[in-house]
Every structure is written in structure tokens, then in C-alpha cells.
């Protein structure tokens, strides 16, 4: 069975970085595809980013791009989002998910079987 456990939220000022992990097991992890989507109060889930099983195609969202990049080790079966300038619009809470599809830049959440409990992101003005 798959588990993915989401690390490194907090509550942080406008402007500083924050690096989230999510941990995976029970599966061959350099196999699938991983993406964070996070939620904000009152909205619906937005995709955030994706990384192809190699690491070597990261998708990321519009809305975040050139803050927010996302990275893979498969050594360590984790996959990392990197947040930097952060915004109070970031304000959410992130999910990291797990798709079988090798469809570069997978972004809806259908594509995404396995979820993590979500972490939560709170940034202050």
C-alpha cells in the first residue's frame, strides 16, 4: 500500500522560503510520476507542480512559476517543493500525490490515485 507523508509547513512571513518533503513507501518510487496541489480556505484544489518519474521534466503551475520549483530523490523516495518570495496568497494547506501516468506535466487530480494527508502553509503579510 502507498503511504506519502508531507513535511515542512509552518506559519512564515511574506517573502521568505520554505522547502516542503513528502516521504513515500510502499512502492518503487522512481516509477511515478509526483505532483503537489494545495488548497486554499474556501477554494478548490489547484495543481502546483509535477516531476516525471526521472526528475527530468518539472511542470509547474502559472500561478507560482519562478517562485516554486519542484525536485525528486529517488534515492530517498521524496520529492520536494521549494518555495521561495512566499505570498499570503500562498496560503494553503499542500498535498503531494502519486500518479502512475508518464504523461509530462500531469496536472489534473484524476491523473493522481494516492494522496498525502496535506500540510499546512500559512504566510503572514
Known amino acids: 500500500q502507498v503511504q506519502l507523508v508531507e513535511s515542512g509547513g509552518g506559519l512564515v512571513q511574506a517573502g521568505v522560503s520554505l522547502k516542503l518533503s513528502c516521504a513515500t513507501s510502499?512502492?518503487?518510487?522512481?516509477?511515478?510520476?509526483m505532483a503537489w496541489f494545495r488548497q486554499a480556505p474556501g477554494k478548490e484544489r489547484e495543481f502546483v507542480a509535477s516531476i516525471s518519474k526521472s526528475g527530468g521534466s518539472p511542470y509547474v503551475a502559472d500561478s507560482v512559476k519562478g517562485r516554486f520549483t519542484i525536485s525528486r530523490d529517488n534515492a530517498k523516495n521524496t520529492v520536494y517543493l521549494q518555495m521561495n518570495s512566499l505570498k499570503p496568497e500562498d496560503t494553503a494547506v499542500y498535498f503531494c500525490a502519486l500518479s502512475y501516468t508518464l504523461r509530462i506535466g500531469a496536472s489534473f487530480e484524476y491523473e493522481y490515485p494516492y494522496w498525502g494527508q496535506g500540510t499546512q502553509v500559512t504566510v503572514s503579510s
Open positions: 510502499g512502492r518503487t518510487f522512481s516509477s511515478y510520476t
